[in-house]
């Protein structure tokens, strides 16, 4: 009867030892999440910096064309003043 009660404990016992050696643990058969997720951060970053140097390159020619336009404005109304002030210089020396 000993003998009986030994082997109904171990053979399940067995089965149930092979069943979890030989199994795959979803851990063991997917990339760890520190790789995947490093690529994944490193995509996600790369892709951000071309946001961002787009952004930036966008804003520099909004810029650059304001600041040209205001200056060819600033130019042409000096030019027009100067030469009213010669002008004017030059009727009062008539005079």
């Known amino acids: 009867m000993l003998l009986y009660m030994r082997m109904t404990t171990r053979i399940p016992a ?5 069943a979890l050696l030989f199994a795959q643990t979803p851990g063991w ?4 999440a520190d790789e995947s997720g490093a690529k994944q951060d490193l995509k996600a970053a790369s892709k951000d910096t071309k ?3 787009k952004t930036t390159g966008r804003g520099m020619k909004k810029g650059t064309t304001k600041v040209y336009h205001g ?3 600033v130019f ?3 030019k ?3 030469e009213g002030a010669v002008n004017g210089g030059k009727q009062g020396a008539k005079q």
């Open 71 to 73: 200056t060819k404005k």
């Open 80 to 82: 027009t003043t100067t």
């Open 29 to 32: 058969s997917q990339p760890t």
């Open 76 to 78: 042409h109304k000096t």
């Open 51 to 53: 946001h961002a140097a």
């Open 14 to 18: 067995i089965f149930l030892g092979a």
